[in-house]
């Protein structure tokens, strides 16, 4: 892995050299370490190692152990291709999952890992009370098992699938929460993701002094971090918390700045969410032939990406009032806000489903 060569790659002797647990175990690490970069090869990695679990027999490592190992691979694999946005074919590796771990040592650990893994799935399935409530249980039993740090990770998890639910002042202690239990040294990304989405919250609920003061104090973890993603996120979000204090002149600034990081990114959808918020900018400053142009990028944009008909309707009637004389301009700000909640809502049942995927059947409870 260090001279970046692929399993592929490997003559049969070495992989007969690294054989066994240890063999499934790096392919699973492998898989998961493909999951910002590569879905298909994190799904690939996974299915080699559930493949391989086929090789080993109980009488050499035991039948329960065993057993815990294929659970935790087949969970892995579930993972993967609910990454790769194939939900159907994830519910079904987490239900072998949980099959497989009933037969085995009845792990804590490995009930926790897959009702972690779980918990996104049934989040992406747009069953947020159902992730929530099992991300309670989690982190409990994670407290139980003396790593509050995952408690932590757990009660991070659950503010943000809350967030999704429209439940922000809920999300904003489940978040507080988990910071104070996490180690920030064992996993450094997630302080910065978990204070982001915080400061996201306090600016969904109205909380602009707030959400500035703490974005001050935080701003540091985007330039540590040192991703040029991140930092446009960082841009976007000041942007957005400047529109609230009616800052317009630094919000355009950090709004046009994050909607051309986004283009420079190649990533068209969130150039056009940044666009919504800079286009409630340029209304509030009176500047509507402006708010009317970016309607019409928009609108390209969507159409192309195949957004669902009812935004490109409410957006189409948007771009029509802002340049009629009898629609004030908070009404106008209003047409903008309803594009913006109608695109969350899809956000909230992820794009997989907006083309026609089926969620599949459920994987059985976790906890009972």
Not at 22 to 27: H, K, N, S, Y
Not at 167 to 186: C, F, K, N, P, Y
Not at 278 to 287: D, I, M, P, T
Not at 315 to 331: F, I, K, N, S
Request: with cysteine; glycine share 8%; charged share 25%.
């Amino acid at each position: 892995m260090a001279g970046g060569r692929r399993f592929e790659d490997l003559r049969p002797a070495a992989l007969t050299r690294l054989g066994g647990f240890a063999r499934v175990e790096m392919l699973l690490e492998a898989s998961r370490a493909q999951r910002y970069t590569s879905p298909a090869k994190m799904v690939r990695l996974a299915e080699l190692a559930v493949c391989e679990l086929r090789r080993l027999a109980g009488r050499s490592y035991g039948s329960e152990p065993l057993a815990d190992l294929r659970a935790l691979a087949w969970a892995e694999l579930g993972n993967s291709h609910r990454v790769a946005d194939n939900l159907p074919a994830a519910s079904s590796c987490l239900a072998h999952a949980v099959r497989s771990a009933r037969r085995g040592t009845g792990s804590d650990w490995v009930t926790a890992r897959l009702a972690d893994l779980t918990a996104s799935l049934w989040a992406d399935q747009g069953r947020f009370a159902d992730a929530i409530e099992a991300l309670e249980r989690l982190a409990i039993l994670y407290r139980e098992l003396g790593d509050t740090h995952l408690a932590g990770r757990a009660l991070i998890s659950r503010g943000i699938f809350l967030g999704h639910d429209n439940q922000h002042r809920r999300a904003i202690v489940s978040l507080t929460t988990g910071l104070s239990l996490v180690d920030v040294e064992r996993e450094p990304g997630l302080q910065l993701s978990a204070m982001h989405d915080l400061v996201s919250m306090l600016v969904f609920i109205g909380q602009y002094r707030e959400a500035r003061l703490l974005l001050w104090q935080v701003q540091h973890l985007h330039h540590r971090d040192g991703s040029p993603l991140n930092l446009v996120r960082l841009q976007w979000l000041w942007g957005r918390v400047y529109s609230g204090l009616e800052n317009f002149a630094r919000a355009e600034k950090e709004l046009y700045a994050a909607r051309a990081g986004m283009a420079d990114a190649g990533k068209p959808y969130h150039q056009a969410l940044v666009s919504l918020d800079l286009a409630e900018v340029y209304v509030r400053q009176g500047r509507r032939p402006e708010a009317r142009a970016l309607a019409s990028e928009m609108l390209v944009t969507f159409r192309r990406l195949g957004i669902a008909r009812e935004i490109i309707a409410v957006l189409l009637l948007t771009r029509e009032r802002c340049m009629d004389p009898h629609v004030g301009a908070e009404a106008l700000c209003l047409c903008f806000r309803e594009v913006a909640v109608l695109v969350a809502e899809l956000d909230r049942v992820p794009t997989r489903r907006r083309r026609g995927a089926k969620s599949g059947s459920y994987p059985p409870a976790l906890f009972v």
